[in-house]
């Protein structure tokens, strides 16, 4: 792949990890494509995405509009394709069509399962424990255009989303650095995908963090999984917002939503056990650990029905 020219669609974390073995593999990026800089944490601090900051590096130009849609986008006869990983907007035919060798996605499951916005937070949320990496030819569909290649690999029991993400994005880079040179030469043909097999997922939004107590403490466990850090998962305690940042399943029987003081260790009922509370945050408060949240809210919190 040494030399191919390419203009680089993604965002995220996950995406400069495959910006990054693409330019370790001496392809010649000529544009980053990149979401707008966002205000984020309490503060509301604008900040770079991670694609952004890697392009800066590496003097690559950046375009960040916030959307595609009728934006004119500059590319050298040279480039003959782009990647695309983790972008989080659509991509109009009008850009595809700027690719005579089309976009080439990392998308992140086993296609035609979990097309859209977050296969990976809907795979740990459903308790799988494999998933995989697509290399697929982009086409004007969500996420229905023809596979390249594909690499399964297990979820391990307590992963969190940051854990697996970083790991597929690992197995994503390889996957895609040993593929692209058999498809940029032809030998390799797109397959196209069993759509009665499809499967999707939506964008998340904060209410998905929020716990039902009559779920069971895998399902409870999961969505903390799945859900970590963002948007986190919580619960009401009288008019405010209980973030639980940090649980792990536990035997213990108690009523789904009872919240039990032990010491100092905290258990919340689920319909079958308890999940055991080790790090949380009180709206308007900082992080605590489950010991000083006793200690200072301990007596209040005795045997609460949440």
Not at 22 to 51: F, N, S, W
Not at 108 to 132: C, F, V, W
Request: hydrophobic residues 35%.
């Amino acid at each position: 792949m040494e030399k191919s020219s390419l203009v680089f669609f993604g965002t995220h974390d996950f995406a400069k990890t495959i910006l990054q073995s693409l330019i370790d593999a001496g392809c010649v990026v000529e544009l980053v494509v990149t979401q707008p800089d966002r205000p984020v944490g309490r503060k509301q601090e604008m900040q770079k995405p991670a694609t952004k900051i890697l392009a800066e590096q590496y003097g690559i130009p950046v375009f960040q509009p916030e959307k595609l849609k009728d934006q004119k986008i500059e590319i050298s006869e040279d480039c003959q394709f782009a990647v695309c990983a983790q972008y989080g907007a659509i991509i109009p035919q009008s850009v595809l069509d700027l690719f005579p060798k089309g976009i080439i996605n990392v998308h992140t499951s086993l296609l035609p399962k979990y097309r859209g916005a977050s296969p990976i937070q809907s795979a740990l949320r459903d308790g799988e424990t494999q998933t995989g990496v697509t290399i697929m030819k982009m086409d004007k569909g969500m996420d229905t255009g023809a596979i390249l290649s594909q690499s399964t690999i297990e979820i391990f029991p307590d992963e969190t989303y940051p854990q697996l993400d970083a790991r597929m994005a690992e197995i994503g880079a390889t996957l895609l650095n040993t593929t692209l040179p058999l498809y940029l030469s032809g030998s390799l043909i797109p397959e196209e995908q069993d759509h009665t097999q499809a499967t999707g997922c939506k964008m998340i939004s904060r209410e998905d963090g929020k716990i039902d107590w009559n779920k069971t403490t895998a399902e409870i466990y999961n969505m903390y999984r799945a859900y970590t850090p963002w948007p986190g998962i919580w619960t009401m305690w009288g008019d405010k917002r209980l973030k639980l940042l940090a649980i792990k399943p536990s035997e213990r029987k108690n009523s789904p939503g009872k919240a039990v003081v032990d010491g100092s260790r905290l258990f919340i009922g689920t319909g079958d056990s308890s999940v055991e509370i080790e790090q949380i945050q009180l709206e308007g408060k900082s992080v605590m650990s489950v010991e000083e949240f006793v200690r200072g809210y301990g007596k209040q919190f005795l045997d609460t029905q949440l």
